[in-house]
């Protein structure tokens, strides 16, 4: 039974991952739609959550990444971080963070569940 709720929470994290790269991309934010001098910093920012993942949580799942995504979100929305004008959302420090998760479980999903670490050494 276990395998039934892993194969549930990864397709519960993909919609949730999913939803955010649309909520990003109406902002201009999503990785695709950055400029080339925000998307290294987007990468940047994908090393470090990489690192976080791989050390702390064991893995960078499709459930880590959404986890770790809306522990982001929930902790600026309790320091009192409002998303920022669209012309502000590429610097915003939140956005990119969540742009580098959305960068980092697209490239998962491109290479199957599980990221291999090596890809963002």
């Known amino acids: 039974m276990s395998w039934l709720m892993n194969t549930w929470r990864e397709s519960a994290a993909r919609r949730e991952l999913t939803a955010l790269t649309d909520?990003?991309?109406?902002?201009?934010?999503?990785?695709?739609?950055?400029p080339v001098g925000r998307l290294a910093?987007?990468?940047?920012?994908?090393?470090?959550?990489?690192?976080?993942?791989?050390?702390?949580?064991?893995?960078?799942?499709?459930?880590?990444?959404?986890?770790y995504a809306r522990g982001v979100h929930d902790a600026?929305?309790?320091?009192?971080?409002?998303?920022?004008?669209?012309?502000?959302?590429a610097t915003d420090w939140v956005i990119l963070r969540l742009a580098a998760v959305c960068l980092l479980a697209t490239v998962g999903?491109?290479?199957?569940?599980?990221?291999?670490?090596?890809?963002?050494s």
């Open 76 to 89: 600026a929305r309790d320091a009192g971080w409002t998303p920022p004008a669209d012309e502000e959302s």
């Open 23 to 34: 909520r990003l991309s109406r902002i201009g934010a999503a990785p695709a739609l950055l």
């Open 41 to 67: 910093a987007v990468d940047q920012h994908a090393a470090a959550i990489r690192d976080i993942l791989t050390l702390g949580a064991g893995g960078l799942s499709q459930a880590q990444l959404a986890y």
């Open 109 to 120: 999903a491109a290479a199957g569940a599980e990221l291999d670490p090596a890809l963002f």
